[in-house]
């Protein structure tokens, strides 16, 4: 708990929801903060000048290092009620602290795919040498459209895994770049790197938005890690690699049928 924090809102004659209002965020977050959780800088600055003290009264430096350090349970480092919930701070820095890899599976993940930063970043990790590989749901298969009944919004589901495939096309034209296309049922997304992977679980009735993500630190909970990396793996071998050259465009190809999207004369089966 942050006495420190609960106590300049007593002084202050505010309440969570106050603060949040302020801050523009959610008071659950507000919450967690008062719970213990380190909010990001720019949270921090406008807190304290709201409560009108010093940042270090209210988080001191030295507590950060512990806190870092210092993971959520002996598997996972961070869990949000909600993939809604996630910063989009730490969708960037999964990105952006990755060396070596960087690994999407996905039905759709629009909410990256329409995100212009994130999209000029995987771009540049790419160019600085990164490997990246991006596995979107096919439009046309049976396991998209059925998902999307799971989450009741029926064609949506590929409606919007076209709409990825559309977005994420620039970066097809990158070296270091490969995205592909797979009809698995997926029982959680998976966004890895070779540092950290982002688990977004998939609950039966709800969309992926709504459900839980779990942050694991590959380095502190190797074999969980694992488990999400042979997952992707497997994924990765029987998806079916978008030939670009076989097509004008994607937008070209998504004006036609769903059947054309997984035709073989667009796609090729990639090499086991």
């Known amino acids: 708990m942050n006495a420190a924090l609960r106590k300049a809102l007593a002084a202050s004659q505010l309440t969570e929801t106050d603060v949040a209002a302020h801050i523009g965020v959610d008071p659950k977050t507000v919450r967690r903060w008062l719970a213990g959780q380190r909010p990001y ?3 921090r600055w406008a807190v304290a000048e709201l409560l009108q003290v010093e940042e270090d009264s209210l988080w001191p430096e030295n507590s950060q290092a512990q806190e870092e350090n210092t993971p959520l349970s002996e598997h996972a480092c961070r869990v949000y009620a909600h993939r809604w919930e996630v910063p989009r701070e730490v969708w960037y ?3 952006s602290s990755a060396e070596q890899e960087i690994g999407i599976l996905v039905y759709s993940s629009l909410f990256l795919a329409d995100d212009a930063g994130i999209l000029e970043l995987l771009e540049a990790r790419a160019r600085e040498g990164v490997n990246i590989r991006i596995l979107l749901g096919d439009p046309g298969a049976q396991e998209v459209r059925q998902r999307g009944n799971d989450e009741e919004i029926g ?3 590929p409606a919007r895994a076209r709409n990825a495939l559309m977005l994420f096309r620039p970066l ?3 070296d270091g770049v490969d995205v592909r296309t797979h009809s698995t049922v997926l029982y959680n997304s998976v ?8 688990v977004n679980q998939h609950v039966y009735g709800l969309p992926a938005a709504k459900s839980p993500v779990v942050e694991i630190d590959r380095s502190l909970s190797p074999d969980m ?4 990396v042979q997952s992707f793996e ?10 670009t050259q076989n097509l004008p465009s994607i937008a070209r190809t998504l004006n036609k049928s769903e059947s054309s999207i997984t035709d ?5 089966d990639p090499p086991i």
């Open 41 to 43: 800088p720019r949270h």
């Open 93 to 95: 820095e999964l990105f």
């Open 155 to 157: 064609d949506a589901l």
């Open 172 to 174: 097809l034209d990158i």
């Open 191 to 198: 966004y890895l790197t070779d540092k950290r992977i982002l």
């Open 225 to 228: 890690a694992e488990t999400y």
């Open 234 to 243: 497997l994924a990765w071998q029987t998806a079916k690699r978008i030939i």
């Open 264 to 268: 073989p004369g667009n796609y090729v």
